[in-house]
């Protein structure tokens, strides 16, 4: 069965950097988009960042500049490099995969698997 597994959480002071990863079992996601959205306490999940089968990247404006998207697909994994932390990006990190492409990239509606999640404290 499909299995997202996304690890590289913790704690940062303001201004670090982290590198979150997710793994995914069960089926080949290279075909596929993959995005990574986060949801901080008392607030919607929201986007983060996004990238294609063909390797075109998105991202919020909240964090364009500073987070990179990529992905391995030989190992089948995605990851989201984090520098330059606010305490703002303080959430829980979810690694999906979109199935359908009828709405916006953006959309958590068009991700069908999702990651438990992991973890991002930043302290200022």
């Known amino acids: 069965q499909v299995q997202l597994v996304e690890s590289g959480g913790g704690l940062v002071q303001a201004g670090g950097s982290l590198r979150l990863s997710c793994a995914a079992s069960?089926?080949?996601?290279?075909?596929?988009?993959m995005g990574w959205f986060r949801q901080a306490p008392g607030k919607e999940r929201e986007f983060v960042a996004a990238i294609t089968s063909g390797f075109s990247t998105y991202y919020s404006d909240s964090v364009k500049g500073r987070f990179t998207i990529a992905r391995d697909n030989p190992k089948n994994t995605v990851a989201l490099q984090m520098n330059s932390l606010k305490a703002e990006d303080t959430a829980v990190y979810y690694c999906?995969?979109?199935?359908?492409?009828?709405?916006?990239?953006?959309?958590?509606?068009?991700?069908?698997?999702w990651g438990q999640g992991t973890r991002v404290t930043v302290s200022s």
């Open positions: 069960g089926r080949t996601f290279s075909s596929y988009t």
């Open positions: 999906a995969v979109r199935l359908n492409g009828l709405l916006r990239i953006s959309d958590p509606t068009t991700y069908a698997y």
